[in-house]
C-alpha cells in the first residue's frame, strides 16, 4: 500500500516515509527518535496516540543490551548487559531485574554475579516458572541453557550444555515451542570477542527436548545465527543472520544482515526446518533479537532501531532509537520495552497489538 505525505494527521512523534523517494536515496529522517511509518499498515499497529520515552539510565555499563524478558507474574523484567570489564579488567556481563512499580516509576537491581550458574549471560525466555537464559560460557565454564528462578536466591540448573559430548560455542537466542522443545541459535561470538575456546561445532540452530534429552541439529549453513522466533502459528521459524558484525566489533557490509524464515514440516514424527528463504534484510547494521506480534509482523532489534515487517517480507515501519537495539520484549497491553545499552525504552502501541510469545 503507497502512502502520502500529506493525506494523514500524525502525531509529531510520527513520520511517514514516501518509499519511491527512498528508492532513489531522497527520503529524509527528520528525527532520531520517533516512529517511521513506511506503510499505512503499521498506523494500526501504532494506534492513535503511539509514545516512547526512556525509563532507565545508566551511565556505568551497558546495562540493557540483551534477554529483555518480561515476566508477568511480578511485572518485571529480566534484562543482560552488553559485556564490559570490571576493575580487574575481567570481562563480564550483569543481569539486571526491574521492577515495574505501581506508582509509574521503575527500579532496577542488579543480580549478583555470584550466581555462578549463567556465565555470560545473553538471550532468554520465559520458562516454567522462570527464565531460560543462554549461558555463553567462559574459557572455564560451559555454555548452555541454564533456568533461573525469577526471585532471590536465583536459583539455578543446566538444562543442556553439549550436543553429544561436543561443547556448544555460545549459545546467543532461545524459544520454547508449544510442544515443550526448546530451540536455541549458537554462533561463535564467545570466541570472536575473546572469552570462549575455539569452536568444536559449526554455527547451527538445536532443538532439544527437555522430555527425552533428545537434541538434534534443525539448521545450518549460518556464519552467525542470532535471534530465532516462531510465527503466531508456529509454521514458520525466524533466524537472523548478523555476519555483518563480529564479536571483535569488526563489521563488513558485504555479510549477512539477514532473516531468514523456513517452513516447520513434520516427517516421521519430527519437526523439520524446510524452505529457507530470504525474508528481508536490515538496511542499518544488524537484525538482532526477533518477535513475532499477534497479527504475524516480525519484529527485530537493528541499527536504527526496532524495524517492522509484516508476514509478506515487506517493512511496514520503524521505531528509531539512537544508537540502536539489540534486543526488546513486549509488556502488557501494546507496551514495548527496548534495550538502548546505557539506555532502557519504552513504546506505547496500540493495546490490541500484543506479543505473540506471551499475547497479553
Sequence with gaps: METSETALSLPENCQIINQKKVAVGRAKVLKDN??????????SVLGI??????????????????????????????ITSNIFSDKSDEKKIQISRVDICDDGTYECKRIPNGIPGVPMANGGVNYLNGILFCAQGTKHQESGLVHMLPYPPYEVRTMV????????????????HSDGSIWFTDPIYGYDAGFRPAPQLPSQIYRF?????????VADGFKRPNGICFSPDEKTCYITDTDYIHGDGGTNPTRASTIYA????????????????VFAMAASGVPDGIKCDVYGNVWSGCGDGVNVWDAGGRLIGKILIPGGVANFCFGKNGELFICGEKSLWRAQIHDECRGALLGI
Design 34 to 43: 520517533g516512529f517511521l511509518i513506511y506503510d499505512e499498515a503499521f498506523l
Design 161 to 176: 550444555s553439549k550436543f553429544h559430548g561436543r561443547p556448544f560455542n555460545s549459545p546467543n537466542d532461545v524459544v520454547v
Design 262 to 277: 523456513y517452513s516447520i514440516q513434520t516427517y516421521s514424527d519430527s519437526p523439520f526446518l524446510t524452505k529457507r528463504r
Design 49 to 78: 496516540k503511539p509514545s516512547l520515552e526512556v525509563i532507565l539510565r545508566d551511565r556505568s555499563i551497558p546495562f540493557a543490551h540483551e534477554a529483555c524478558v518480561f515476566w508477568p507474574e511480578q511485572n518485571a523484567l529480566f
Design 209 to 217: 527436548d527437555p522430555l527425552s534429552g533428545d537434541i538434534r541439529v
